[in-house]
């Protein structure tokens, strides 16, 4: 399996590993903490092993679910048991756990619009091994992450799914699937639950305005090469 991770292509401070399921890209990341540290999304079919390889070089104690779509929750249970870590979730993923229909997607640009087909009818197809999340993430709850020991704050995204999460920690907005840089370049992520929530996002993002991009897919972007492919997206479909 082709990787590339922070400790082969060190991205500033940035500690992410980019595992390549065929041609596609699957990352994951890791924040530390003052009582040990959090990775962030949980891999795909196949990516576990080499997850677990790299995670040697840390003591997570939280796995934060940016959503509940099976290449990003797929690992959560194993992981969980083999780390004896705690998973963090926003609660408006809860449902969604094992049941991609529950949020169906629509494509966020036309040229999307067979994949996006393509994505509702194979969806389902893929099941996470069941999890309970130990935290629910809510807007009541959203300053845990320094509760717990982290220089980091919660963002929430909805659109890609309803409760699509970030978090942003200096300088760098881990963005889950809000964003992606899925082949090898900003570019807005295919599929959203609402485009009308994915649009607030982006807007979000632009005044949240962080140094990096860190997405689910693929390699970390500099803000500035994201800017105009979100402003773009916003100018066109407004
Ligand atoms: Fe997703």
Redesign the pocket.
């Known amino acids: 399996m082709k990787v590339i991770n922070s400790e082969l292509r060190p991205i500033e401070a940035i500690r992410y590993t980019c595992m390549y399921v065929g041609n596609q890209p699957v990352t994951c990341y890791v924040i530390r903490g003052k009582n040990g540290d959090m990775l962030i999304d949980t891999g795909f079919c196949f990516t576990y092993d080499e997850l677990m390889k790299w995670l040697k070089h840390y003591d997570i104690k939280h796995i934060f679910l940016t959503?509940a779509?099976v290449?990003?929750d797929l690992n959560a249970a194993r992981l969980k048991k083999e780390l004896g870590a705690d998973i963090i979730l926003n609660q408006r993923d809860l449902s969604l756990i094992r049941h991609y229909s529950r949020q169906p997607v629509k494509a966020t640009k036309s040229k999307y619009f067979f994949r996006n087909i393509q994505q509702n009818v194979c969806g389902p197809l893929f099941r996470t091994n069941p999890y309970t999340p130990d935290i629910l993430l809510t807007s009541e709850n959203r300053n845990l992450l320094h509760e717990l020991g982290y220089d980091a704050d919660v963002v929430f995204l909805p659109g890609?799914?309803l409760g699509s999460t970030g978090i942003i920690s200096c300088g760098v907005l881990y963005c889950?699937?809000a964003f992606t840089a899925f082949w090898g370049k900003p570019e807005i992520?295919p599929?959203a639950t609402s485009i009308k929530l994915m649009k607030r996002s982006l807007e979000t993002i632009l005044k949240l305005s962080p140094e990096w991009i860190s997405p689910?897919h693929g390699l970390p972007v500099r803000m500035e090469s994201a800017i105009p492919v979100i402003n773009g997206y916003l100018a066109d479909r407004i």
């Open positions: 959503h779509h290449d990003h890609h799914t889950g699937d992520t599929h689910g």
